[in-house]
């Protein structure tokens, strides 16, 4: 589905407004948390998650998302763990084995090509998940920058990715799996299998909840969205789309490509260590 809120800065105002004119009917708006509040904008303006069911049902237990439109770009060789350290902000050396980071890749002048998150797979093989729109752009850009030996592979047609977020994603998830998802803490991944298929793991997502993105071959997302979806139903879970996840991220204070960063802005003092290693 098409993200309906476009412009974090028009959500901003609208929910100064919101405030206003829930204090002019007389509610008692200190009473009302801040998602209840984004609940009632997406219910005024994007008309398709009445009372914000959805959003809330992320923060309350557990959404699932399928989130296979982004890009995935592998780094593989010798000089991968060199050559993303070239063309990203953070430090992809220090990460060890199975720890991934949040990090911008920029163009000389600092404005920002893409957020990624880059996965640490083996001191030979490195990960990286890229915005969808801006798929294309990220590998020309790291192709360009290409030194010694490293194999860079556009995979973003290999894999189906799901997104399991909410206070019980794990336990569900848990069921799936032989693995001890808890060895899989915040920003680490592992290479696991879940629902009999073959899948990479990482506890990270786009929401401020606990929860695991799942990169899975094309042949088993099918498979392992039914699993998923059969586990978490008596649980709660529901499906989600893009509006409401673009609330959960705004809620959690987390960027956007396209509203807080782009080619077009200056990010002298963005935070962009917050969801990466510290």
Do not use: W
């Not at 439109?69 to 060890?96: Q, Y």
């Not at 998923?228 to 409401?244: D, M, Q, R």
């Amino acid at each position: 589905s098409e993200m309906c809120i476009r412009d974090s800065n028009g959500i901003i105002e609208n929910y100064v407004e919101l405030k206003a004119e829930l204090g002019a009917e007389g509610r008692d708006f200190k009473s009302k948390t801040d998602t209840e509040v984004i609940a009632h904008l997406i219910d005024a303006e994007l008309g398709r998650d009445p009372g914000g069911s959805l959003h809330a049902a992320v923060r309350r237990a557990l959404g699932l998302f399928d989130v296979s439109h982004m890009g995935e770009i592998e780094v593989v060789g010798a000089d991968a763990v060199s050559l993303v350290d070239s063309v990203v902000t953070n430090d992809c050396s220090a990460l060890d084995i199975g720890q991934a980071m949040y990090t911008v890749m920029c163009h000389p002048d600092g404005n920002v090509v893409d957020d990624l998150i880059v996965y640490k797979l083996a001191e030979d093989r490195v990960f990286i998940c890229v915005n969808a729109s801006n798929r294309a752009k990220d590998l020309a850009h790291i192709l360009e920058h290409s030194r010694g030996d490293a194999t860079i592979t556009d995979r973003g047609d290999d894999f189906v990715q799901l997104a399991i977020q909410g206070p019980l994603a794990a336990q569900v998830l848990d069921t799936l799996t032989d693995h001890d998802l808890s060895s899989i803490t915040f920003f680490r991944c592992a290479e696991i299998t879940l629902a009999g298929a073959p899948v990479l793991a990482a506890r990270t997502g786009y929401t401020g909840e606990d929860g695991f993105e799942l990169y899975i071959p094309v042949e088993h997302g099918e498979q392992v969205f039914d699993a998923v979806s059969a586990a978490g139903a008596p649980h709660g879970l529901l499906p989600i789309g893009l509006g409401a996840r673009d609330t959960l991220r705004l809620e959690a204070r987390l960027h956007l490509y396209g509203n807080e960063l782009s080619l077009s802005l200056i990010h002298i003092s963005e935070p962009t260590r917050r969801r990466g290693i510290s």
